[in-house]
């Protein structure tokens, strides 16, 4: 919780008894010491003679109460935004549920002819503060059901959650014992660091190849990460320590998850995709997510303005690539200079941006990840940060804002099919190096996708 919550907390505390000292002195009925030690034990109701106020102050004070519980879960609460499939990107048909839009989209779009499904690198998991120690969770990601566990010392593991032995599922009632994972059926258990069998509680020996597969994991940033390669291959390089989150120095003021229906490099490749950013993200946040409305001519007036360039980083950093954009909002037609922002957002990896803003309100960092739930079905994900002192209002208020652009360009990602070969023109060239870049995520074995239509509803 950011220092300023507590001294919050603390106003409320020693403005509340000093009111009642107030209120108990101007009532002549004791000195200002008898009273303070009153308020203070919060006595001052039974140290007057009860006198029940009349409605309209308790119905007053009831509202202030309500204003001020709501003041400070807007003022002061990290901002927590979880959409599911249905919920943003398609548009509504009457008579029909979201549900079954969202169903009927997925069943009915052309797929075209889409790159591997799972890019190699590292994917987030969860944030660290989702897995206490001893707690164990299941996941899928991947199209894998996985058991996320730490142990009592505080590592963190990630087995196959599907017992070998008979299929139980590990995240299901499983036990941390140690560093391992017991299985809730027959109690065998499975080391963390490698998945090896290393107890049944009823058989004399446990045969050398009984284990569970373990997936390479990592926890930074305040993020459990794990690592995927089709061929099992080792990392080759990680995410980098942010040390402004990394020493705490920086904190988490609100988190968006979104699930979304597309191929996950429609994702990043937003980033290469510069002509959209004037056009798809111009008309102004308050102009909502619904496409068929934001380009109304009643938001003329006012417009976001993006101006961006998008480069692959040079080895040894091939894995990332680095776009800068300048932000501005014009109001009729004027620009309003309190509003840029500069960002360099860092993609690192098939999955993972860091974008990191300058504002007139301070620097923010947005945490971006996209984890492959299932082929074409992607968990996205932002988080912001920022230096104690930064009102958590401001980092929710951009977060907000984000959510916004991040949805209008859902509606596009839920309905679009994959172009394999795009029409682009000159000013799309970033596009196209784009895909030559992502490209090097994929190998020869990565997974494609196959059409399974009775399995595609949500
Ligand atoms: S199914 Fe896991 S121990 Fe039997
Ligand atoms: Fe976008």
């Known amino acids: ?38 308020a203070l034990i919060g006595d001052t109701f039974w140290s007057t003679p009860w006198q029940c106020p009349p409605v309209g102050q308790l119905a007053l004070l009831a509202v202030g109460v309500v204003i001020a519980a709501w003041l400070y879960r807007l003022l ?19 008579g029909y ?65 599907y017992c070998p032995h008979l299929g139980a599922d590990l995240a299901v009632g499983g036990q941390v014992v140690g560093d391992c994972l017991q ?44 690592w995927y390669h089709c061929d099992g291959i080792d990392p080759t390089w990680t995410p980098p320590v942010i040390d402004e989150i990394a020493c705490g120095d920086w904190t988490c003021r609100g988190t968006t998850e979104h699930i979304i229906n597309a191929h996950i490099e429609e ?20 102009a909502g997510v619904d496409l068929s409305s934001i380009y109304s001519s009643a938001w003329d007036f006012a417009k976001h303005v993006w101006r961006a360039e998008w480069q692959p980083d040079p080895a040894p950093d091939a894995h990332i690539s680095t776009m800068h954009t300048q932000h501005m909002v014009y109001l009729f037609g004027r620009k309003v200079s309190i ?48 230096g104690r002192w930064v009102p958590t209002c401001l980092a929710k208020f951009l977060l907000w804002g984000e959510s916004v652009q991040v949805e209008r360009d859902i509606m596009i990602w839920n309905n679009k099919c994959y172009v394999p070969r795009p029409l682009l023109v000159r000013e799309d060239s970033s596009i196209a190096r784009h895909r030559r870049w992502y490209a090097q995520f994929y190998s020869e074995n990565s997974p494609r996708f196959k059409i399974e239509r009775n399995s595609l509803d949500w």
Request: proline fraction near 7%.
């Open 76 to 94: 002061l609460c990290p901002l927590k935004i979880s959409r599911t499939l249905h919920d943003v990107g398609y548009n509504q048909q009457a």
């Open 183 to 226: 299985c809730p059926f027959h109690g065998w258990k499975f080391r963390g660091e490698d998945g090896k069998c290393m107890g049944i509680p009823y058989a004399e020996k446990v045969p050398d190849f009984a284990r569970v597969k373990s997936w390479p994991c990592l926890e930074r940033n305040g993020c459990i990460y794990i």
């Open 97 to 161: 549920s979201r549900k079954d839009v969202a169903n009927d989209v997925r069943r009915r779009r052309r797929r075209g002819e889409l790159p591997p499904v799972y890019p190699n690198g590292w994917f987030r998991l969860m944030d660290s503060c989702q897995l206490r120690p001893n707690q164990v969770e299941g996941v899928t990601v991947l199209g894998e059901k996985l058991a996320v566990f730490r142990s009592a010392a505080g590592s963190v593991s990630v087995l196959d959650a």
């Open 267 to 286: 994702v990043p490749e937003n980033a290469a995709d510069i002509a959209h950013l004037n056009y798809l993200h111009g008309p102004l946040v308050a």
């Open 339 to 386: 509003a840029d922002i500069k960002a360099t957002a860092r993609q690192v990896g098939p999955g993972i941006v860091f974008l990191f803003l300058e504002s007139a309100f301070g620097n923010f960092m947005l945490v971006q990840s996209i984890t492959p739930v299932e082929p074409l079905l992607q968990r996205l994900t932002h988080s912001v940060y920022t």
């Open 1 to 38: 919780m950011p220092k300023y919550r507590y001294l919050f907390l603390l106003v409320l505390v020693i403005l509340v008894p000093s009111l009642a000292t107030v209120g108990l002195v101007q009532d002549k009925s004791v000195d200002i010491h008898t009273a303070w030690a009153l």
